[in-house]
């Protein structure tokens, strides 16, 4: 079961911005996997503790993020359970102070220890990105 968090988006926007500009700000994607059952009972937290680390640390624009947080069977770091995987997708931006963050919050909402916080980054171009029924660029 995944808890959604996109804010805005669907607000009668047309079209995404296309310039040059807006690309550094645009489209990220986070998908929180964990095994914890308070990051899982605390999901909204979660995702918008996780929306608020994408704004704030890489510098993208409300309306463009989405959050999922996801319940899985077993997740391992270091071979120990009760741990997170975040995963970014973005068109521009850097994991390193997303990941202080993240890892923060993580720790915050639901005790989870930076150790058992693994994230990834991947760089998308705007062709692999789609919002409102088309992509990007």
Do not use: W
Not at 12 to 36: F, Q
Not at 88 to 96: K, N
């Amino acid at each position: 079961m995944a808890q959604v968090f996109g804010s805005g988006y669907l607000r009668g926007l047309t079209a995404a911005p296309t310039s040059s500009e807006a690309r550094p700000g645009a489209m990220p994607l986070v998908t929180c996997l964990t095994d914890s059952p308070v990051l899982i009972e605390k999901s909204p937290e979660v995702a918008k503790a996780l929306h608020e680390c994408v704004k704030s640390a890489l510098g993208k624009p409300d309306m463009y993020i989405t959050v999922a947080v996801s319940k899985a069977e077993c997740v391992c770091v270091n071979g120990e359970p009760q741990s997170a995987v975040v995963q970014v997708d973005s068109i521009g931006g850097a994991l390193g102070p997303f990941t202080a963050a993240a890892c923060e919050k993580l720790a915050a909402i639901g005790g989870i220890q930076k150790e058992k916080v693994t994230c990834t980054f991947r760089s998308v171009d705007g062709k692999e990105f789609a919002m409102n029924g088309k992509t990007i660029f």
